[in-house]
């Protein structure tokens, strides 16, 4: 059941930004829904969840862009991986430090791309790149993903893995 | 023992992650090549979320009906209000004759350019746009099903929109010109050669064949139907003076006003076929 949920969460972010995230772009700022639900998931639920939201939500936009199939493979379920790893180190209820986080890990993700763009010889103008799509899209995301963070968070206590409340003693 | 045991599970989750990123990048390395044919999965998902695309443009074509019905409102009250304050009674006239001769301006150029393209040309819809940074596609509600092939030119009445990138039955992929890594084999009016390239961020820059060639800012720049696209498509105009040693380098303004993409045009065969006598 839980993880039924934590799926429809993740489909309803990848149909989000399939098929509606040309209208939610503003300017050279392209909002990544899924990215921000990989970050919400993996800083509340640990680097599995956050790898797993990051690998197949990544492979998902990699078959609909029909282009290179690994790009956003990569760069999400790295930042899922890295996010997760953050869980228990955070303060699940600050939903700033959640925005923030989001904005880091879109600057991460879009390094990452253009990275492996680059060893594959695609051309850039890196100044346009970095002020016109990476920086706003981060501001973006960051903003977005407070506002996710926070809506999902909201039924943490029911998603978690220990839904009853009681304290586990970690090792 | 047991740091042993846990450093030698680290280095086997390590090796692990290595191993996957090596495998993520060899994929990505294979697929960065162009593909003549997405994959089924691609062309599953594609399909899956055909009737989506299809819905959120019809939401967004009602949209922008209604919000250009409450602008077209407001304009009609200021226009009464003008109207009744004017005195003579022609200015609805005038505004009218006006509109018609704009109107027929758009479909004299429309004509033009069916004219000079002489191609056989399938009218398509864009449904919906890239959602990603990295890429600048479009995707028409024309496929397979309609004769859309991959590589075929895209148009529409300002001049070259793209090429088809994929197709699945119902819908394909259109690479906007302005997508970094898109290249056409191009020419200048003064016949010097070259080829278009888009580096990311969606500047557009033609490197010329020629060491000194005769070309200045204003020029228009066509294909030149040496490689995949038919000759003659109107890419856009020189933008500045050559620069560099060799290749000469230009950069192109586009035809095409990319924000306004909506109804478009599929130039039905490709520049191979027509060598090949198709």
């Known amino acids: 059941m839980r993880y039924g949920i934590l799926a429809t969460i993740g489909l309803v972010g990848f149909l ?38 990051g690998l197949i939500g990544g492979l998902l936009l990699d078959l609909t862009a029909g282009r290179l199939i690994g790009l956003h493979l990569l760069s999400m379920g790295l ?44 051309r850039f103008d890196p100044v346009h790149t970095l002020v016109g799509a990476i920086l706003p899209s981060a501001l973006y995301d960051g903003l977005l993903t407070m506002l996710v963070y926070s809506q999902v968070y909201r ?3 029911y998603l978690r893995p220990n839904p009853r409340g009681t304290i586990v003693l970690r090792r | 023992m ?20 090596a495998v993520i990048f060899a994929l990505m390395a294979l ?4 593909r003549t044919n997405v994959t089924p999965m691609e062309k599953g998902i594609a399909t899956l979320l055909y009737p989506f695309q299809v819905a959120t443009d019809w939401v967004a074509d009602k949209g922008k009906g209604l919000a250009a019905s409450i602008r077209e409102l407001t304009q009609l009250r200021d226009e009464n209000a003008r109207l009744r304050a004017a005195v003579e009674g022609g200015a609805q006239d005038k505004a009218t004759a006006e509109r018609l001769m704009q109107e027929n301006r758009t479909l004299q150029a429309e004509l033009q350019m069916k004219e000079r393209a002489s191609y056989p040309l399938l009218s398509a819809q864009v449904i919906s746009r890239t959602s990603d940074s990295w890429y600048r596609t479009v995707v028409i509600n024309r496929g397979g099903r309609d004769g859309v092939e991959t590589n075929m030119a895209v148009i529409n009445w300002q001049g070259m929109v793209g090429k088809v990138l994929s197709t699945t039955p119902f819908t394909a992929t259109v690479q906007l010109l302005t997508d970094g890594g898109f290249s056409a084999g191009s020419k200048v ?9 888009t580096v990311q961020g969606g500047e557009v820059r033609m490197e010329f064949f020629s060491t000194a060639p005769t070309v200045k800012p204003g020029q228009p720049v066509f294909t030149s139907g040496q490689a995949i696209l038919p000759p003659n498509l109107l890419i856009g105009y020189v933008e500045s003076e050559p620069t ?7 950069t192109v303004r586009p035809a095409i006003d990319f924000n306004k993409l909506d109804a478009l045009q599929v130039v039905m065969f490709t520049a191979q076929a027509e060598r090949e006598g198709h």
């Not at chain 1, 930004?17 to 970050?39: E, H």
């Not at chain 2, 560099?244 to 230009?250: D, I, L, R, S, T």
């Open chain 1, 79 to 122: 930042v899922g991986l890295l996010i997760g790893l953050l869980e228990e180190k955070v303060f699940k209820e600050n939903w700033f430090l959640a925005g923030l986080v989001g904005a880091g890990s879109a600057i991460l993700a879009h390094g990452l791309n253009f990275l492996c763009l680059a060893l594959l010889g695609w």
């Open chain 1, 16 to 53: 989000i930004q399939s098929v509606l995230g040309a209208y939610l772009s503003i300017g050279g700022a392209m909002p990544s829904p899924l990215l921000q639900i990989t970050v919400t998931l993996g800083l509340l639920f640990g680097w599995r969840i956050g790898l797993g939201t």
């Open chain 2, 31 to 34: 697929t960065a090549r162009p």
């Open chain 2, 189 to 197: 009016s003064s016949g010097d050669m070259g080829i278009v390239q």
């Open chain 2, 244 to 250: 560099g040693a060799v290749p000469k380098v230009v």
């Open chain 1, 155 to 157: 039924y943490y206590q």
């Open chain 2, 2 to 21: 047991g740091s042993v045991m846990r450093n030698s599970k680290g280095v086997r989750r390590l090796v692990a992650v290595l191993v996957l990123l």
